[in-house]
């Protein structure tokens, strides 16, 4: 069984990263942070809530 990816970072309705790294997806929302990217915490347990994460699924 495949594990969801839990995080998704997007830039204008285009996934950037898909993927459980939350370091990766820090540097890939950090230098698209200009075109407005958007991070999504998909995972069912929030334990740190943090400034540039979304909590939720993109839609």
């Keep these: ?3 969801k990816k839990r995080y998704v970072v997007m830039v204008r309705d285009k996934t ?3 993927g459980n ?6 540097l890939v929302w ?3 942070r ?3 990217a958007v991070a999504y915490d998909c995972g069912e347990w929030i334990v740190e809530p943090s400034y ?3 909590i939720g699924n993109p839609k």
């Design 30 to 32: 950090f230098a698209n």
């Design 52 to 54: 540039w994460l979304r």
């Design 16 to 18: 950037k990263y898909s």
């Design 1 to 3: 069984m495949a594990k």
């Design 21 to 26: 790294q939350r370091l990766l997806a820090w």
């Design 34 to 36: 200009h075109n407005k």
